[in-house]
């Protein structure tokens, strides 16, 4: 998992380091539905990236979450 990906589940929204392991479901690492339209809001913003909510729950782990990210990034 990047690290863009956890400072910003850290330190933007406040979710706990320890519970952030690329296996992690988004559940377990505290993404709750506030948290997936604050993650899609601060990436569109931050990257300049089109992600919707819906985009955000379809990844099962944060490391296919960070692949989403990765991949609407590069555009690949």
């Known amino acids: 998992m990047t690290g863009d ?3 910003i589940l850290t330190d933007d929204l406040g979710l706990p380091a320890d519970r952030l ?3 992690a479901s988004l559940d377990h690492a ?3 539905s506030l948290a997936v ?3 899609s809001v ?3 913003d931050r990257y300049g990236i ?3 909510d819906s985009d955000i729950k379809t990844a ?3 490391g296919q979450l960070d692949l989403l990210i ?3 990034r590069t555009g690949r």
Do not use: P, Y
Request: net charge negative; aromatic share 0%.
């Open 50 to 52: 089109d992600i919707t």
């Open 5 to 7: 990906l956890v400072r």
């Open 60 to 62: 099962s782990t944060l």
């Open 21 to 23: 392991a690329e296996d």
């Open 30 to 32: 505290g993404v709750d």
């Open 42 to 44: 601060l990436l569109t």
């Open 70 to 72: 990765t991949t609407k």
């Open 37 to 39: 339209v604050e993650l």
